[in-house]
């Protein structure tokens, strides 16, 4: 699909889906036990992706609370929401900045990641990322000398976290929490439900996280999206308990020019789309946080140092090279039968 018409497509599946939950919200689902308990569904926009819900024997207010945190966090973290943390730290001219507890702890995370990493992953990528248009249809990008020039701006240990609570980010740096805040904010709908539903499964576009068990208890299936094949297409299927399961592929936002594929995650050595054996990058973790970064990670670093990385690392992965071979570390195979779906299904 070309990606000026994403935010169209994305809007069309919204009231879809929005359509399909709303008739199936509050259904009786069966329970071993022989009680009834209630499935309540929804799907809503946020952080410019779908998120879509399924909570079983969920209170009534639950949904609506889901909604509201959902809401808060985008006006907390959102690069384009003015007032935001974040939107108040790249305008803040180099001097410190207080910011919410949890913005803080983020990039706490996001600074050891992107060390861990040697900074394949950097929330400093923000001068870069907004020399590219990966979602509007323009396929704006940058000449090379602009692009290089905003190179010196990537540094995450130049993002000081300081021990008031503040942060200072030096004057021209800016950041961008994309590849991080969507895996937090599913850590924290998880923890909101997990004492107030019997099983729920969450996804926000890529970052799924499945709290306790199906109606029938049996574990909830998690799909593997085929990153070669159509969109919303899944290759493989995996049990899953309690754990967060994310996936950052080339193939979700991305434009062709000149027969060469640009997606949106870019390499912080050169400031172009990551020139990566990878078509996408699945991490399976209690942290949906540390989970989002690091496949955002592997991506940028390809296959061999990926695996080196989530070795080392203990990480439950699943690499999908864009030539169709899968390669999974030792604990994803330890833990998790792949039960492949032979094709797009
Ligand atoms: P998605 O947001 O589509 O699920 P990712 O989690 O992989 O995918 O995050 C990609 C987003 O992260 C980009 O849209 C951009 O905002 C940001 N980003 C791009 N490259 C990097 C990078 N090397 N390190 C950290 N964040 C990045
Ligand atoms: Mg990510």
Not at 178 to 192: P, S
Request: net charge negative.
């Amino acid at each position: 699909m070309r990606p000026g018409k994403r935010n169209l497509f994305l809007r069309i599946v919204l009231i879809s889906l929005s359509l399909f939950f709303v008739l199936h919200t509050g259904c009786p689902a069966s329970a071993d036990s022989g009680a009834e308990i209630a499935r309540t569904s929804g799907v809503g926009f946020y952080f410019d992706t779908v998120v879509s819900v399924t909570l079983y024997g969920a209170d009534e207010a639950l949904l609506d609370e889901i909604w509201t945190a959902c809401g808060q966090y985008e006006q907390l973290l959102s690069k384009t929401v003015s007032g935001s943390d974040v939107d108040r730290i790249n305008h803040s001219n180099g001097q410190p900045v207080p910011v919410s507890p949890e913005t803080y702890a983020i990039l706490q995370s996001a600074k050891s990641i992107s060390e861990g990493s040697g900074g394949a992953f950097s929330v400093t990528i923000a001068p870069l990322t907004a020399l590219w248009d990966f979602t509007g249809g323009t396929q704006r990008m940058p000449d090379e000398a602009t692009r290089l020039s905003k190179l010196p701006l990537v540094d995450d240990q130049k993002l000081i976290l300081n021990e008031d609570g503040s942060v200072t980010l030096p004057e021209g740096m800016e950041i961008d929490l994309g590849g991080i805040a969507k895996g937090y904010i599913a850590d924290r709908i998880a923890e909101l439900i997990k004492d107030r539903v019997y099983g729920a499964i969450l996804n926000f576009g890529g970052n799924v996280y499945v709290v306790g068990n199906k109606p029938d208890q049996s574990p909830f299936r998690v799909g593997i999206r085929d990153p070669l094949g159509e969109e919303g297409s899944s290759c493989a299927v995996i049990s899953v308990y309690e754990n967060s399961v994310v996936t950052s592929g080339i193939y979700e936002r991305y434009f062709i020019k000149d027969g060469h594929w640009y997606h949106h995650i870019l390499d912080p050595m050169t400031g172009s789309s990551a020139e990566t054996d990878l078509a996408s990058a699945t991490v399976v973790s209690k942290s949906s946080m540390i989970a989002d970064a690091m496949a955002t990670a592997c991506i940028v670093m390809g296959s061999e140092r990926a695996m080196e990385y989530l070795t080392e690392n203990g990480a439950d992965a699943l690499l999908i090279l864009r030539d169709g071979t899968f390669l999974s570390t030792e604990g994803f195979d330890h833990t998790y039968q792949l039960m492949p779906l032979g094709g797009s299904q």
